[in-house]
């Protein structure tokens, strides 16, 4: 299989994505101690005055989706941040980090912020996150819906995160009456109340149509009132008929209620496991290939933003789409710190990834890894 060719679109074909909690994240060599007591500009000036290097990379769940769309798609991708007066960090130490992504972030700035600082291992690298959870007041509303308008235009995709505290979840009608104004549908990659609220909102009738769900096994568990700890084991045990048999009701049910049938995608992740794709009638199980991961930051992320650019470079997905989507996030695993996978670093992945495709009755119906079978337009 060859490896979509990097030429970007024209700009009618363009992803935005919504980080509205974003991150630095800050690896040091194994071994060295961050101060967990101080902020994370402290421990960059420490760490320079003792001639230690640190690595930085712009993260957090929509960056990070971003930060793949633009390595690996074809279609112009745009980035908004919202940010608080007086950030983590300075914007240009953000900005720069993402530089060798060759994205450059369009800030909205809000009312406020607290921020929190995060420190441990990650298997490769000492690591820190820094990251804001912003005071956004209902004055500020107005002025996001705005300026995130005028950035849709053209869009055919928007995705968003997780609101960075419960006091804002209201900035989600905003968001979504915003997209639908413009027709541009939504991706959302968010859990908890956050993706409570979009879905009530889309339950009330506001808003644009979502056309992308991304959840984690925890995630789809307590929405859908099943036993995380138990369909962990069940994969953890091989028994994935069984696993299938339980999670394919409550997911159907999901995407049925919330997402057109025929349109949408709803993307199960399982950690090192198997994930799930429903792509309107189509139930995809894919298996990623053995490794040895060596940091895990962003893997799950890449494999969200890549679906996302092909989505909205072409209206639809492929088997194909999620095999190499799959490969993207297993090399992301290989890499250090919180590197981004390239589809060319992916490639000897590409046929070591499994695909099934699942019956109605959730029985197998084996695919091999090199044939994959062209999945209905989403659009």
């Known amino acids: 299989m060859q490896a979509v060719p990097h030429t970007r679109l024209n700009q009618n074909k363009r992803a935005v994505f919504l980080a509205s909690n974003p991150s630095l994240d800050v690896h040091g060599p194994v071994g060295h101690r961050f101060e967990a007591a101080a902020s994370l500009a402290h421990n960059l000036t420490q760490a320079k005055a003792a001639g230690v290097t640190l690595h930085m990379q712009a993260g957090g769940n929509m960056v990070n989706a971003a930060r793949s769309a633009q390595k690996n798609g074809r279609a112009p991708v745009s980035l908004i941040t919202l940010r608080g007066p007086t950030p983590v960090l300075p914007h240009d130490v953000f900005g720069e980090a993402l530089a060798s992504d060759a ?43 705005q300026r995130l308008q005028a950035m849709l235009s053209g869009a055919t995709l928007l995705g968003i995160d997780n609101l960075p505290n419960n006091d804002v979840l209201p900035l989600y009608a905003v968001l979504q009456r915003t997209a639908k104004e413009v027709d541009v549908p939504i991706f959302v990659d968010a859990k908890g109340l956050c993706l409570q609220r979009v879905l009530k909102n889309i339950r009330d009738g506001v808003g644009a149509p979502l056309i992308g769900l991304k959840q984690n096994l925890e995630e789809f568990s307590s929405l859908t009132n099943l036993a995380a700890g138990e369909l962990g084991a069940l994969l953890a045990s091989g028994e994935l008929e069984k696993f299938a048999q339980i999670i394919l009701p409550k997911a159907r049910e999901l995407t049925e ?83 981004i996978a390239t589809i060319t670093e992916a490639t000897t992945f590409f046929p070591k990834v499994g695909i099934l495709e699942l019956s109605q009755q959730s029985r197998d119906r084996q695919s091999e890894p090199n044939e994959f079978r062209h999945v209905p337009g989403l659009f």
């Not at 009312?111 to 209902?138: F, K, M, Q, V, W």
């Not at 025929?262 to 990623?288: C, E, K, Q």
């Open 103 to 145: 994205l450059s972030p369009v800030v909205i700035p809000v009312s406020g912020h607290s921020h929190r600082t995060l420190y441990y291992e990650d298997g490769s690298t000492a690591y820190a996150r820094g990251s804001e959870h912003l005071i956004i007041s209902p004055d500020s509303h107005d002025f996001i819906a």
């Open 257 to 339: 209620t919330y997402l057109d049938p025929d349109r949408g995608i709803f993307i199960l992740t399982t950690g090192p496991h198997p994930w799930y794709a429903f792509m309107g009638h189509h139930v995809f199980r894919l298996t990623p290939p053995k490794l040895t991961a060596i940091s895990p930051v962003g893997s799950g992320d890449s494999l969200v933003g890549y679906l996302m650019a092909r989505l909205a470079e072409n209206g639809e997905l492929t088997a194909s789409d999620l095999v190499q989507a799959t490969a993207i996030s297993a090399a992301t695993a290989t890499l250090p710190g919180s590197q």
